[in-house]
């Protein structure tokens, strides 16, 4: 008797959000937790290894919390709009899949700016919420603005380009490892920056 192949059913988009948003909460706990403990490490000892520690654990708490609120912004900017969206089936720092053909300009134009707003909203929760008085506190901003900036040198160029070429998917098509690895030091310069004003 041969056995049937059993094809497990696809899960709910509600419950794919719902894991995607437990690791995504879970990721910025730890990384806020790493921070808090080498920045206590910091203040109770004076070590030179806490307080490396603690900008390196200062920039990665930056950069996840700015990067995670842009792509959930993105994705609450989808819903407003009433875009047609997949949820990534698989957990990962993408939340969805934009449909193409089955959105309008507007409805790109609208989730896009929606994740930029939700970055600048993030950045600046950032800086209201932790003082600038140490080389670690310094670098939570520092990664802040390096995440902002990251997003904004990888997105508004392509924004830039859809308003002539009116074809989103072929301008994001465009963003090859030359336009992330210039994007990406743009993004380390503005974050080295803004630690050095900072610190």
Known sequence: MEQQEVTPAPQSSGLLLLRQAALHLALWILAFCLF?????????TGWRLAAVLNVLTGISAGFVTVNLV?????????????????????????VFDWTFED????????????????????LLLVFSAVDADS????????????SFAFGSLVEWPVLLRTRRSHDPLAELS?????ALARAGAGS????????????
Do not use: K
């Open 36 to 44: 808090a403990a080498s920045d206590s490490w910091v203040q109770l």
């Open 70 to 94: 842009h792509e959930w912004c993105h994705y609450l900017g989808a819903r407003a709009v009433s875009a047609s969206y997949t949820v990534n089936p698989r957990p990962g720092m993408f």
């Open 103 to 122: 959105n309008s300009l507007r409805q790109f134009y609208i989730m896009s700016a929606a994740g930029s707003l939700g970055g600048l909203l993030a």
């Open 135 to 146: 080389a670690g506190r310094a670098a939570l901003g520092a990664g802040a603005v390096a």
């Open 174 to 178: 465009r963003l090859n490892p030359r």
């Open 188 to 199: 380390a310069i503005a974050g080295l920056l803004t630690w050095i004003m900072l610190a």
